[in-house]
């Protein structure tokens, strides 16, 4: 995800990165943003590793030319705010449906095991009540 963005991101030496598929990823960027612990958000494309090196434009993304989701890079500081915190976050915000199609659709991209684990058990449970459309892709 996001090879090709520049992080624009408040210097610090403790930050981690989580992505998002929450729909169009304009107003969910910005509203994660506000949240205590985020350091900052990029909205950008994730998920077709074939397009790693030459994402392309919007216009073949929103045709349907590739796998690509809109997405939202989140960094945030471990030392406020959890993995699971970002869930929540995630869970509040996200606007897609089962009948979007692949471009707006919401998946929760995880980076190892962990958090696999811990995004299959949020929407294990529902999306803890936000009735979240996600799936989970590494």
Known sequence: CFSNTPS???S???HKVAHFGAGCFWAPAE???????ILNTIVGYCGDDTQRENIPDYDKVCGGYTKLVEAIRVEYDPNI????DLLQYFGEVNTAEIRNKRQYKGIIFTA???EEDAASNFLSK???GYGVVAEVEP
Request: hydrophobic share 15%.
């Open 8 to 10: 624009n991101s408040m």
């Open 12 to 14: 610090s030496t403790t």
């Open 31 to 37: 509203q994660i943003n506000s949240k205590t612990g």
């Open 81 to 84: 705010v959890t993995y699971e």
């Open 112 to 114: 190892n095991l962990k």
């Open 126 to 128: 529902d999306g803890q």
